[in-house]
């Protein structure tokens, strides 16, 4: 396997989905803003969202793909053992997504308990949310498609499929100003709707290594057993960041609009995190499982390294860059419409403090990667429940005094201390080791990110006339500060040696 390139194919196309995404939040931020109907539509497209989150992107992964694997030159043990979790994940996900449609209201106010106090918005939330909700059902499924997919190593498609949302939310935003207030409803069902269409597309690929079968007599032998044993732990432990953003959801809801901050914040650092850290981490995970199974420990050390190196390599410069210009960047993408200078400020100031934490988001993934590797996932689980029990105090004790903002901050501090602890066990444990070229490249990295960092703030400063509020044109001049930025970078990084163009060859 070679990881930068499979990386990078993964990227690929989830830079297309998140750049489309983007658009798609321009879009919402003319049409909706940061007022209730925005606040309302993003608990209903929140929760399936998370649950979506925590569920594929590298969660359900980390569960399936070592012990799928184990077994994938057994072709017969390995359909059966596919096809019983199949199973169980439909019964399992219809029965849920029925209960929680009946008690939708009572599951809103555990989400959105500071809606209560407005009662057309927590009535439109819980009508939005009904609609949503079965998006889980159909997700979660596609999601199981896209590890059968990756442990075959075919990751292109299992990243492409959620550009399929972002495209049909973008043709409905179109048509906005037509659909006034009801536009909230048809962005609802235009969720769903596009759950059922990533279904159909992913099984059209996954056909060739696995043929699904429905039965309802479905035998629970051991290996199923130690699977679901694992999947609870690594929903938590490797979705603790999208758990950190939902516990932080629900304590903005007591402030007006914070929410909406929050939500537009938290779109822009996803992009990085997307790459520098799922996607590192879905891709390394089959080969890095089987290379354990099989005991070669230099195969081990040499892409536990590389993953570490590249995952720094992306998140560092990225963090330094949306601290700088945190709130040129929310201005440049979402400030017009209904979208004000005050929203831009407040989402500005979550994306501050979210972008400190943008490297522990992205090793968190890479460090709990090597734990599910070895078909542990109790260690991360375990400190995964510590750190969100540590936001949960940080928030909570600290919001009434300064509000909002409090939120990332909590969300970053306990990131960190997540990251530390994994890193800590990981060495005590003896599963991790550094080598020369990994401590010789990540100081250069260090030294290319804070030259291009320099560099980056004397772009903004030369040129910040042109990104003020109301400048028509700001997003063109703030995609040619990305690119020249990204391109300086690049180009310190082969110069100083913390990249090598030869990477991109090498075989792991």
Do not use: C
């Not at 994940?89 to 989400?111: A, C, R």
Request: proline share 3%.
């Amino acid at each position: 396997m070679n990881l930068i390139k499979s990386t990078g194919t993964f990227s690929f196309f989830t830079i297309i989905s998140r750049l489309l995404g983007y658009v798609r939040d321009i879009l919402i931020a003319v049409f909706l803003g940061t007022g209730p109907l925005a606040d309302a539509f993003f608990v209903a497209f929140r929760i399936p969202n998370t649950f979506r989150r925590l569920f594929s992107e590298g969660t359900f992964n980390a569960a399936f793909v070592p012990s799928y694997s184990s077994i994938l030159n057994k072709k017969k043990l390995s359909e059966n053992f596919a096809n019983n979790i199949f199973n169980l994940l439909i019964l399992g996900l219809f029965l849920f997504v029925i209960i929680i449609e009946i008690i939708m209201p009572l599951f809103v106010l555990l989400i959105a308990p500071g809606f209560e106090a407005d009662s057309q918005k927590i009535e439109l939330a819980i009508t939005l949310t009904r609609i949503t909700f079965p998006f889980l059902l159909f997700i979660s499924l596609a999601s199981f498609f896209s590890a059968i997919l990756n442990a075959h190593n075919k990751f292109a498609i299992a990243s492409a499929a959620p550009i399929i949302l972002n495209i049909l939310l973008i043709g409905l935003l179109l048509f906005g100003r037509i659909l006034n207030d009801q536009l909230v409803y048809y962005l609802s069902y235009a969720v769903t709707i596009s759950g059922i269409l990533q279904f159909i597309f992913l099984y059209f690929f996954i056909k060739k290594y696995f043929s699904p079968k429905l039965k309802l007599n479905i035998k629970i032998d051991q290996k199923i057993k130690i699977f679901f044993k694992k999947l609870l732990p690594s929903i938590f432990s490797s979705g603790v960041t999208q758990i950190n953003i939902l516990v932080g959801t629900i304590i903005a809801s007591f402030q007006a609009s914070a929410v909406s901050y929050l939500y537009y914040a938290d779109r822009v650092y996803q992009i990085n995190l997307a790459i520098a850290g799922i996607a590192i981490g879905t891709v390394i995970l089959p080969q890095l499982s089987k290379y354990v199974q099989n005991k070669k420990e230099d195969k081990i050390n040499l892409i536990q390294n590389k993953a570490l190196e590249l995952s720094l390599f992306l998140s560092i410069p990225a963090a330094i860059a949306l601290s700088i210009a945190s709130e040129e960047i929310i201005s440049s993408l979402f400030g017009y419409g209904s979208f004000d200078e005050e929203s831009v400020k407040n989402s500005a100031k979550a994306l501050f403090y979210f972008s400190i934490g943008l490297p522990a988001f992205s090793l968190i993934k890479v460090f709990s990667t090597f734990f599910f590797a070895r078909h542990n996932t109790k260690i991360p689980f375990y400190i995964s429940l510590i750190s969100v029990l540590l936001n949960i105090l940080i928030s909570v004790t600290f919001f009434k005094e300064i509000g909002f903002v409090i939120i990332p901050i909590a969300t970053t501090i306990s990131s960190w201390f997540n990251a530390i602890f994994l890193f800590i066990l990981l060495k005590k444990e003896n599963l991790f080791s550094f080598n020369l070229i990994f401590i010789d490249r990540f100081m250069r990295i260090l030294v290319a990110s804070i030259i291009m960092g320099i560099f980056f703030n004397f772009l903004i400063y030369f040129v910040n006339d042109k990104l003020i509020y109301e400048e028509i044109f700001k997003s063109v001049y703030l995609m040619s500060l990305v690119i020249s930025g990204l391109t300086f970078y690049i180009f310190v990084a082969i110069f100083i040696k913390a990249f090598k163009i030869s990477d991109i060859h090498l075989k792991y």
